[in-house]
């Protein structure tokens, strides 16, 4: 951010701001969002967070979680609060249309806005941005924000814990995206006193009994493995949503199960919502499913963990997936 000094300047005095984060929120959508929310309010802010759509319940021990407006839900108020920001700060996304609906309230908005995100090709609506697609996260990406704010002390224990939450969502619990700066902020995180077990254990070891028995389901009868092409696809049928009553937030992480098998290098998940069939892909090593989201699929992402949509039902998505395959078959081979 080379207009950090112009954004020090503008947050000398107390400001109105807008925190908002991408649809769907995950870990390190409501974490950053969090952590950057607690530093500005403890600076004298008047801080909001909205989000276009709810977050997975177990982000609802987070600070002030409970605070954060939803815009489904809160359309009005939530566009009353976008409208009066003198500053916007757009986090872990890095397009408008990420935040749906609020994209088109934000677009026209003359306040100054603030990217802070890690995923690839950033658009260009932003005043001040720190974008930076090695970063495992973008709670990493706050602390870099801090560390150039020279305000690094505002990280205490609240907005450390915010951050840890992106940090282990993203990064699998450091199985992925990690870096020798990666472990030198975590280290820091923990001697500022972050429980990691802790956090581990709140935001891990929390699906219900209903999220357990969906996995069992599209394990034993959903489960599709293409040895040819090293990939693995898992489906759910809009039937599978009414007969479990599966909500938002209840299939969060099963794509990566099929990375499980040695020789699975791209992991796909096509389920039909009601009126979209979405998908998430993984995969492992050089190989970028995010060109496969965004060429596609209407989406992106990173390179090893996207997603996208299709409006063509599911036999029909999943027949598209697999004709694409013989495209990349040389590829897929060398992994
Ligand atoms: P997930 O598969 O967990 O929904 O998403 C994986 C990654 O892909 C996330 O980083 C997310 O931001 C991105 N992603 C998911 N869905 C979409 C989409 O529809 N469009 C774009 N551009 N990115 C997506
Ligand atoms: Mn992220």
Redesign the pocket.
Known sequence: MENIKELKTLLSIPRDIVITS?R?P?GDAIGSSLAVYHYLIRQGHTVDVIFPSEYPDNFAWMPDADKILIHDIEPEDANRVLKKAEIIFALDYN?LE?VDKMGEVIAPLTCKKVLIDH?LYPENFADFVLSDTTASSTCELIYDFLEMMEDKKGIDVTVGECMMTGILTDTGSFKYSTSPKLFKIVAELLERGVDDYLLQDVIFNSVTEKQLRILGHVLHNRMEILPEYKTGIFTLTKKDYESFNIQRGDTEGI?NYLLMMKNVKVAVFIHEQPKIVKI?MRSKGDFSVQEICRKHFR????KN?????SYSGLSATVNKFKRLLPEYAEQLAAL
């Open positions: 991408h769907n995950d397009a990420r995923h794509v998430s989406g992106g992402g990173h963990a996207s997603g996208g949509a």
